[in-house]
């Protein structure tokens, strides 16, 4: 049966097809609330899109538990045979809603699980280190990546200055730049938690730990050109084969696995391991195999389940706490903030943000409020303390003392930092044509850069292996049609001091 037209407040519509007029050739009447309500609400059908990662791709799923980590902590959803729904969302970083699909760039790797002890969020990339280890700089960091304020255009100057000024970036320049920068779908890339979180047991015993989620599709890219072609067909590669592949039942896979480390452990790494420009070499920290995540159900509607998603690396859940890097720090602030502006104040009320567990708490009020004053349960009980058996706080969520030490000041994060023997650990895993596709890639990148900004960038590029300079120069000389030129000298003063 076709169900009657309405109005937003239910009044039946006579017609849909003839605005309300002073006789047929107009003026329109006011009173046409109708078409008013009509116009004012395409006007207010676009939200903000988020400020980074706006393009993205999302399904339903769940994560089952095969292995055993329970002696690490005490989140249900981790435990032996568990099962959990999730929604999982996939995006690119720099470009807008519009962007094509099938662009170099980093891959967004967003999940959120729906667990009985509340929604646990992992808001991970598909590499498993990003371009900034102190928060500080990730919005300079990001202008480079977006438009040019005057030009209205992406600037590879403007990135590759940053970058060449920040040689932290040096490992996730690699990684992009490398054939993993432009993954052929969602389904053919790894999924990195990147950050160390803690994880703690029953006992009150804390672990450092890294998540990590390998595809069980295999990994496959594409080359650039590869990626123009596609992009000259379609610019929704990624929505067609991920909402394409659920609807004919092929479900992608990923394997779960964490890497764990002790607190005594995390005192002796010659690196920082709270440092998120590095990871965890499997070789000291191997990878413990944990379960399997699914994806196996699309959205109904794309607006509302996938672009309201609302992920927050604050969302955890007992058994799971964060750690001491500064990137995940300011992560905790950053996304909820981002949502209260995106979506509004009381957006976990939209029901793909809702938890799957009773929630009760003490805010009130608020624009937009859909769940009817306060959630305690009880009218009387809308302050805390109350004698009016209002919610009550439980030790049980209680996580352990973290062990901090030392002055508080505005430390140099670049003090003491090896950016560039993991790029060199991670260059050496590449094969000849790996290692050409990578300088091609940095070549085209580079293109139309001032040279003393190249100069700077390739004094990095020669710390991780004379290979990879060399490489580069040559891939550049070819781009350009001329002869490579040889020598690498430090482009900078500060460079020339190190
Ligand atoms: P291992 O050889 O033990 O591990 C290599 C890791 O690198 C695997 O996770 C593998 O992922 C991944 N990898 C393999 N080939 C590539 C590639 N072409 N591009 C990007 N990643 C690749 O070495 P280490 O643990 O000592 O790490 C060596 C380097 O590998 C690191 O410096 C880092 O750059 C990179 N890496 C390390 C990871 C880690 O957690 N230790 C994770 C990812 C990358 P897969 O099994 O899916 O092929
Ligand atoms: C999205 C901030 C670093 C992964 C976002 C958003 C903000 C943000 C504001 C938009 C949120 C929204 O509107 O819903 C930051 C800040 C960072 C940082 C301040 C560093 C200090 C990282 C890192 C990763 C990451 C290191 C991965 C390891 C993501 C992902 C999304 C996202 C996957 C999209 C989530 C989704 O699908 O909705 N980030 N980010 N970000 N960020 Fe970050």
């Known amino acids: 049966m076709t169900h009657r037209l309405t109005t937003t407040a239910g009044a039946p519509v006579p017609d849909n097809q003839n605005s309300w007029t002073a006789g047929p050739r107009g003026p329109l009447l006011i009173q046409d609330y109708q078409l008013v309500e009509k116009l004012a609400h395409q006007n207010r059908e676009r939200i903000p899109e988020r400020v980074v990662h706006a393009k993205g791709w999302g399904a339903y799923g769940v994560l089952k538990i095969t292995g055993d980590i329970s002696k690490y902590t005490k989140a249900k959803a981790l435990q032996p045979g568990a099962e959990t729904p999730l929604l999982a969302r996939f995006s690119t970083v720099a470009g807008e ?13 967003a999940l959120k699980f729906y667990t009985e002890e509340g929604n646990w969020d992992l808001v991970g990339n598909n590499t498993p280190v990003f371009f900034v280890r102190d ?33 932290e970036s040096l490992h996730q320049v690699t990684i992009l730049m490398s054939d993993r920068g432009l993954p052929v779908s969602p389904m053919h890339m790894n999924g990195y938690g990147s950050h160390t979180y803690s994880f703690w047991n029953d006992a009150g015993e804390r672990y450092y730990v890294k998540f990590h989620f390998k595809t069980q599709q295999g990994h496959k890219h594409y080359t650039n050109e590869e990626a123009d072609q596609v992009i000259g067909k379609t610019r929704e590669s990624y929505q067609e084969a991920l909402f394409g592949g659920i609807e004919k039942g092929e479900f992608p896979r990923w394997t779960m696995q964490v890497q764990i480390m002790t607190e005594e452990q995390a005192e002796q790494t010659s690196y920082n391991p709270f440092d998120l420009t590095k ?49 995940l720090q300011a992560r905790v602030f950053s996304y909820a903030d981002a949502h209260r502006y995106r979506l509004g104040t009381h957006y976990e009320s939209i029901p793909v943000n809702m938890p799957r567990c009773p929630v ?26 109350n004698s009016m ?3 009550a706080e439980d030790r049980f969520a209680k996580e352990p003392p973290l062990r901090l030490s030392g002055d508080a000041d505005r430390f140099n994060h670049r003090d003491g930092n090896d950016d560039y023997g993991q790029v060199t650990a991670l260059f050496n895993l590449f094969d000849e044509g790996q290692k050409n596709r990578l300088f091609a890639n940095i070549a085209a990148a580079m293109s ?7 100069e700077r960038q390739l004094v990095h590029f020669e710390r991780v292996h004379p290979d990879y300079a060399a490489g580069v120069r040559r891939a550049r000389a070819e781009l350009d049609g001329r002869e490579p030129a040889i020598s690498v000298t430090p482009a900078t003063p500060q460079q020339a001091a190190e």
Not at 155 to 167: E, G, K, Y
Not at 280 to 301: D, K, M, Q, S
Not at 448 to 454: K, L
């Open 389 to 391: 058996n209002g919610p």
């Open 97 to 109: 809603l519009g962007a094509a699909d099938a662009e170099r760039d980093v891959r967004g790797f």
């Open 135 to 167: 928060p500080y700089k990730f919005p300079d960091f990001i202008h480079t990546q977006k438009r040019h304020p005057k030009t209205n255009m992406r600037s590879p100057t403007a990135m590759w200055d940053f970058w060449s000024l920040s040689p």
């Open 448 to 454: 139309g850069i001032p040279e003393e900004i190249a």
């Open 279 to 327: 990871v965890w070499p499997h070789g000291e920290f191997p990878p413990i195999e944990v379960g399997v995540l699914e994806l196996n159900r699309n959205a109904e509607n794309y607006f509302a389940e996938i672009e309201q998603a609302a992920f927050s690396p604050s969302n955890i859940v007992p058994g799971i706490g964060f750690s001491p890097d500064k990137m």
């Open 360 to 385: 009760h708490h003490y805010h009130k009020d608020g624009q937009m409020n859909v769940y009817g004053g306060i959630r305690t349960g009880n009218p009387d009980a809308y302050y805390e303390p």
